[in-house]
């Protein structure tokens, strides 16, 4: 277990609906990351947020959005899905940026 | 520009040692990190090697960096049924936001 959790494990939901994914970092870490996982894609960097601000951006589409809270977890919310943002998606964590990152479990969505 | 690659299969008998490749091409890489993850489980870290040394071992884990040719290896001794995963080179690169980008993933499976 690495500390790192992230809900729901699974979401199922159709094209043009629009979901929210929550992440929450090991205690203390301050830099949260998303990754996105598919079969055609590999595993792609999304966002980077350091104590409540963004850091940098990977491949996100402009229809999936990012955020730091507060308490430190952070939530992607993804719009207008289509069938091709089936994917896994994992958040990871460290203390500071560019530390060693800790992976969640992920949260499989699938798009019908 | 940020490209890293992997074999996509070994296979092994049990007892035996693996060794899994990767090679990369940004020179600004600052760690290099092997990732493992099994069927519908997230990413575990297994080991990580600062990119000023050569060798790194940690138990059954022997990573190897040849800088001069961006080669990256990663040396199971005495593999395991359990060992059989997929497992993930990726780069952390600091002047493009500590992000890491990762390898397309090589599937170990071990023989019993």
């Known amino acids: 277990d690495s500390g790192v959790t992230q809900t729901p494990k699974h979401l199922i939901t159709a094209t043009g609906q629009r979901v929210t994914l929550r992440c929450s970092p090991r205690s203390g870490d301050l830099s949260v990351y998303w990754y996105q996982q598919s079969l055609d894609q590999g595993l792609q960097f999304l966002i980077h947020?350091?104590?409540?601000?963004?850091?940098a951006k990977g491949n996100i589409l402009e229809r999936f959005s990012a955020q730091q809270f507060p308490d430190l977890h952070s939530e992607l919310n993804l719009s207008s899905l289509e069938l091709g943002d089936s994917a896994l998606y994992f958040c990871?964590?460290?203390?500071?940026?560019?530390?060693?990152?800790?992976f969640g479990p992920g949260t499989r969505l699938t798009v019908l | 520009g940020e490209d890293v690659e992997q074999s996509l299969f070994l296979s092994v008998r049990e007892g035996d040692s693996s060794v899994i490749n990767c090679t990369y091409t940004d020179s600004s890489s600052t760690y290099l990190y092997w990732y493992k993850q099994e069927p519908g489980a997230g990413l575990q870290l297994l080991t990580y090697i600062f990119s000023n040394m050569d060798m790194k071992q940690d138990q059954r884990l022997t990573v190897l960096l040849n800088k001069k040719d961006k080669h990256l290896s990663l040396r199971i001794a005495d593999t395991q049924t359990g060992d059989s995963a997929i497992y993930f080179c990726a780069e952390s690169i600091r002047n493009a936001g500590n992000m890491l980008t990762f390898g397309g993933g090589t599937r170990l499976m071990v023989k019993p």
């Open positions: 947020y350091y104590n409540g601000e963004e850091r």
């Open positions: 990871a964590s460290s203390v500071v940026g560019g530390d060693t990152q800790y």
